[in-house]
């Protein structure tokens, strides 16, 4: 896919679903290249509008700064050619800047801006770090608000008004107010991604606030459905919104809520269900139990 501009890719973006593959480990928890290879081959040949290589579903928290650059490499030669991959920007302003100028060397689309590691920051500071993050690429960057780097709408408002490059804020916190007023005051300027864990259980509300995409987990392992289930938030229609919500979405969170870092692990362990082995997370993250996946592919059955 030819480089695209931050506003063609905006567009891009925003016209459909997104998603962040998972990342495919041996049994030594090395980057299984093969495997991964193939779960991309396979989530770039449906209608997908973006995906993000090395996130947080794709464990990029756990990834060497080399793992990252290998990861995103692979993603971009296997499936840039069809769809756009965005490479992570994480860690310290100085770790964010120079994986961003390595995202654009590798051939990556654009960029998604985590919160810094480890350290509280007042909205000054995360000025600066978007802006250093911006001004070191000419790739389109959204940022991600959460943890310990919320964004107020006055510091997206500032933030976008300085940077060009920036595209699109991705919401990791689900605060109504906080959103409606960003959306007032920014307006179309960006695009709005949804980014809490299951975004689909939040879909259907956010649309009202300007939130016209998100970033599905479940599209890893479900796409057909996870495409089912984005066409009818875009259509308003509630009643299938709600009946695969209680079909199988609010099941699944279910089974997520159990153990802290399972929002990963079950989208590795939904590969597994669909006969497609995601394979192991890696510390500190735990994997699924034995029963928990038993259930979980009794679940995934009923809808695939």
């Known amino acids: 896919m030819t480089l695209l501009p931050p506003d063609a890719l905006a567009d891009r973006l925003k016209s459909g679903l997104l998603s962040f593959p998972v990342t495919h480990f041996d049994a030594d928890l090395r980057v299984d290249e093969a495997r991964y290879r ?51 920007a994480t860690g310290s302003t100085a770790q964010a800047v120079a994986q961003a100028q390595a995202a654009q060397e590798a051939g990556a689309s654009g960029l998604l801006l985590f919160p810094p590691y480890l ?33 107020t709408d006055s510091t997206v408002a500032e933030v976008a008004d300085r940077n060009p490059t920036l595209i699109g804020l991705k919401d990791g916190v689900g605060d109504i107010e906080q959103m409606t007023r960003t959306y007032a005051k920014v307006g179309d300027r960006l695009i709005y991604v949804g980014g809490l864990p299951t975004a689909e259980t939040f879909a259907l509300p956010l649309l009202q606030l300007g939130v016209s995409t998100y970033s599905s987990a479940l599209y890893n392992f479900l796409p057909e459905f ?43 362990a939904g590969l597994t269900a669909v006969g497609r082995d995601g394979g192991r997370v890696r510390p500190p993250l735990t994997d699924l139990t034995e029963a928990e996946l038993a259930e979980l592919t009794a679940l995934v059955n009923k809808v695939s």
């Open 38 to 88: 193939e779960h991309l081959a396979w989530q770039s040949s449906f209608d997908v509008a973006g995906l993000f290589a090395a996130g947080g579903t794709g464990e990029g928290f756990s990834l060497t700064s080399a793992e990252i650059d290998r990861v995103l490499r692979i993603a971009v030669d296997e499936a840039g050619g069809r769809v756009p991959v965005l490479a992570p």
């Open 119 to 151: 350290t509280e920051a007042s909205q000054a500071g995360l000025v600066e770090h978007i802006g250093a993050v911006c001004r070191a690429t000419d790739l389109g960057v959204i940022v991600y608000s959460r943890a310990n780097a919320v964004l």
């Open 226 to 268: 996870a495409l089912r289930f984005y066409a009818a938030v875009r259509a308003q229609d509630r009643v299938k919104v709600y009946s695969m919500l209680n079909d199988f979405v609010i099941p699944y969170i279910d089974i997520r809520d159990r153990t802290k870092g399972y929002a990963v692990s079950i989208v590795k």
